[in-house]
């Protein structure tokens, strides 16, 4: 059973090894190759909350990537520290539509979503119908304070800010059921199902995490109101984590939405000016 489109509704363009470092238009290049690779018809780019050698500023991105039918763009916030996000300057890229959508990284950033002084970033949020991913759950960084990633505090922002629309990053894992009840509780969060392993599955871990998302969705009730498919790619590879959507056994309607129909209502994506699909391959 194939959904009628594919949106993976979170990629990046960082480098995160030393030995493969290149430049962002070579990652650019090297997504869409995946994409083709995989029948992927449209991407999620997601700017880092920091910017360095490994982190193109969403300045680059746009100019690599602006007005391109097969993506959208979501800017990474800095919050903390000398060189905080020009708040100005991201509703400026969210009115002209040349951003779609707000991420936080609560964690590696050392505050926790819930936290009072975000009240901006969220009326911002809500005045343009934007949606805010946030990082919930384990995180790639050591130097990150993984409690303050816990996906029960989205539930405190989603009460705070019913106008809002919170995407939970990676499930929460590891607290994936907690992550059910915040989902189940509130209608204006989703979640992704990105990021659940480095690289590729073995066989024991996704069975395990086939499992896990199974309890989850017999939780929620209605998992294809909420979830979307979503990678993390690169710092997962793509092939292989679609098998995981395979792994679900989505009933018809529940595949499209988590395919492609919620993100393509949460991100405001035009399907019918995607480009025709590139077969993926064997």
Known sequence: MEPRFLIDAHVHLNNYHEATRRPTVENVAELFGQMDLCGIDHAVVISSYKIDLDRPSVEELLKLLSNNPRITLVEGLRWRGDSRTDLYSLETRIREHAVKGIKLYPGYDH???????????????????????IHTGDTYSRTAKVRQAHPLLVDDIAVDYPDVKFVMCHLGNPWFQDAAEVLYKNENVFADISGLVLGE??????????????????????PGKQLMYGSDWPLVTMKPYLKLLTELKFDADQLENVAWRTAATLFRIDVDKLPPRVAPQP
């Not at 979503?113 to 009326?123: A, G, M, Y």
């Not at 599955?201 to 209605?222: D, H, P, Q, S, W």
């Open 111 to 133: 505050y926790a979503i819930n936290d009072p002084s975000l009240e901006t970033v969220f009326r911002i949020a809500a005045k343009y119908d934007v949606p805010v991913m």
């Open 201 to 222: 599955f073995t066989y024991e871990f996704e069975r395990y995490v086939a499992m896990r998302l199974k309890e989850m969705i017999a939780y929620m009730g209605n």
